[in-house]
């Protein structure tokens, strides 16, 4: 049952849930720190490669899909709990596949099970932080996903400590693994129980779980989440397109080269951060609907310029301007998703799921189109997305101003 929080409650949980977002960009991080050194040690191809990511995608979208079902069958804390030691089997297994048994199949297995395990999780730390940002009263949700950053940020200079100083991808990633099953039993003890999440202290209050189900897939017959979802959409798209292609456009279709092209991703990445570490009073003074539209139109603007830049140091602008207005339309509008307390848990996992399936399955569709129209030609793709997000922010008006204004007519 929901429980009345002291402030030092309150303060175990919203840590708590910034600890679950660092681990999931820590251990998504890992993988990709150690992608080089599984290809060598498994002596295998790009095309392989392909493979395993495709695998670790689909497996992640199925996770994130079936958040819900799991929310459902078990409520969000023990589901956090049960998904977290999930990514840590799956992080032991690519490990243990790499190094010891030399065996594709068995990292295949360790990938679907980290992508099953890591899509599920995403749903349901989501939920659990939009219920910290109503029992806040301000915008702190970006503060969230900054963390995951971060945590990203710590796996990819401890994935570089350990190619440095050639420790084994089973060593790496078990160590990660453990961090991880440690830090959910510790975040499991600090996340309170609550009816909203489906989270009933005593088994025997729990309803049927086929009546959970109907409520955690209630969001999907509301048209707000389907507008929510275009906000979310647009800048899921302009961020994991920039995550995957922002670098190589820098580097090949810019001439810059490969560091360049990195040095451009770091400032799409720095820009993005910073927007949503200090972004939250901005919300609370200027609204969410105003900040989106100025963000997408940030945006738009950043995309164009860089793919129509005559030189290097516009290049850099472009970037920076598409890492600040990518910033925040995926936190915003799990917010707007949240507004109404009671209904939260459906409404924020059925937006996840848009925004993450768009953030996960965007960059290669945009892949395929490059092949055949060039890349910087295809991110016109992304800025028509981008514009088409900002038209539909209105979506993310506050539920309880517009109910208020409905009673003063």
Known sequence: MDQTLTGA??????????????????????????????????????????????????????GISTGPAVMARTGARRGMLTTMIMVAIGLALIGLGTTVLASFPIVIAGLVLFGLGNGALDVMMNVEATAIEQEAGKTILP?????????????????WLATNFHASVVMHATAVGAAIVIAAFVCFANVPSR??????????????????????????????????????????????????????????????????GA?????????????????????????????LRVLSVAAAGGILLFILAPSLPLVFVGAALWGIGASLGFPLGMSAAADDPAKAAARVSAAATIGYIAFLGGPPVLGVISEHIGLLNTLFILVALVVLSGLFSGAAKPLKETAAAAATK
Not at 21 to 41: E, N, Y
């Open 9 to 62: 409650q309150y303060v175990r949980w919203r840590n708590a849930i910034f600890a679950i977002f660092l681990a999931s960009g820590m251990s998504i991080a890992t993988w990709a720190s150690r992608v080089p050194d599984i290809k060598l040690a498994l002596d295998i191809h790009n095309a392989q490669i392909g493979l395993l990511l495709l695998g670790m995608g689909v497996a992640s979208i199925i």
């Open 143 to 159: 503060l969230f996903h900054a963390f995951f950053s971060f945590g990203t940020v710590i796996g990819a200079g401890i994935g």
């Open 195 to 260: 009816d909203a999440v489906l989270d009933p202290q005593e088994p025997g209050e729990k309803p049927h779980w086929r009546e959970r189900m109907h409520v955690a897939l209630s969001a999907w017959r509301e048209p707000r989440t389907y507008a929510l979802g275009v906000v979310m959409l647009g800048m899921s798209f302009a961020e994991g397109g920039a995550n995957d292609w922002l670098a190589l456009g820098t580097a090949e279709d810019h001439g810059g080269g490969t560091a360049m």
């Open 263 to 291: 040095a451009a991703l770091t400032v799409f990445s720095v820009c993005m951060t910073a927007v949503r570490i200090f972004g939250g009073p901005l919300v609370d003074r200027f609204g969410r609907v105003l900040v």
